[in-house]
């Protein structure tokens, strides 16, 4: 579910006379309505000036609501779905893929957590570059100008053992089918995702979608500034992103992956960031953190659904 600004584009009545009415109900999301008394928000629209409009853009938002509605699935459509659908993704980091089973699952959200050069954005690049040369489209969010070419240009090369010519058509290849965008603000983050699923809803009536997989390198810088004090809505933002995260990523047959930086926790010892709230976001959290002086980096896990918490693994970054 998303932000009400986000869906005004393709919901006129949802405009920003609608959008300060409901600001000043504390109603910024469509999680607000879930939890908020209707009948007392329509009884002060009908006392407004533009009481028709509103309450037009109230039945609107009612209508989006009842449409995200999921239908019940039995045990054998569900099974039927994992072994069709929700494959895995090989992110060309070895131990990453082997302590993953496969790498990342499709369907799920996986989240990288770690200080900085604990090689984050390294993963997400060889992800990209991976799943862009096997498996499909990429899309990458760049929240902090960490998308680089010249480093994927690097990882594919490393890949690569035919002759020149060969290598720089496959080059092309892979680096045409990965689509990168710098986006410093969440509200543009909501307006993208929307324009995307709206997007792939279309790709789905017609002939498919090739999109595998989504990056967001980091989804902390995004999510951190609103946060804190004891306004409640960064956090109904929060959980807003995540939500839409996860729905793209089921009802598309998606991987998404995201980035987060650690916080001093108890005893000094290193802890995700955002809190409780958002830990219950991802289906895989994974820590990750160097061995200094090589290139060796650890993997463990924070969070799967089907692995032992603090299993762990090696891998290597080239540089």
């Known amino acids: 579910m998303g932000t009400l600004r986000s869906m005004e584009r393709e919901f006129p009545i949802i405009d920003d006379n609608f959008q300060r009415f409901c600001a000043s109900h504390g109603i910024f999301s469509l999680e607000d309505f879930l939890v908020h008394d209707l009948s007392k928000l329509a009884s002060f629209a009908e006392m407004d000036a533009a009481s028709v409009s509103l309450k037009q853009g109230i039945a609107q938002v009612m209508s989006i609501i009842d449409g995200l509605h999921q239908p019940w699935l039995n045990g054998i459509e569900l099974l039927d779905d994992a072994k069709l659908n929700k494959h895995f993704l090989a992110t060309g980091c070895e131990g990453i893929d ?78 045409s089918s990965i689509s990168s965008r710098s986006v410093f603000d969440l509200f543009e983050l909501f307006d993208m995702l929307g324009h995307l699923e709206n997007t792939l809803k279309n790709q789905v009536k017609d002939e498919g979608s090739n999109l595998r997989l989504i990056v967001i390198d980091s989804i902390s810088s995004l999510l951190a500034p609103i946060l804190g004090g004891i306004d409640a809505n960064g956090w109904s933002l929060m959980q807003s992103a995540g939500f839409l995260l996860k729905r793209l990523a089921d009802e598309h047959n998606l991987s998404v992956l995201v980035t987060n930086h650690t916080v001093g926790g108890e005893g000094g010892l290193p802890k995700p960031a955002l809190g409780e709230s958002w830990k219950s976001i991802p289906h895989v959290r994974l820590l990750l953190s160097p061995d200094y002086g090589n290139d060796m980096y650890n993997v463990s896990i924070l969070k799967h659904t089907s692995v032992a918490m603090g299993s762990s693994a090696k891998f290597v970054i080239h540089r």
């Open 98 to 175: 082997q302590i993953l089973r496969g790498g990342l699952r499709m369907g799920q959200l996986t989240e990288l957590v770690g200080p900085s050069s604990s090689g984050k954005t390294q993963v997400c690049l060889c992800a990209a570059s991976h799943v862009a040369e096997y498996s499909g489209t990429t899309m990458f969010f760049d929240t902090g100008n960490s998308f680089s070419p010249e480093r994927i240009e690097r990882i594919i090369n490393r890949r690569s053992k035919s002759q020149f010519q060969a290598d720089q058509r496959r080059l092309v290849r892979v680096m």
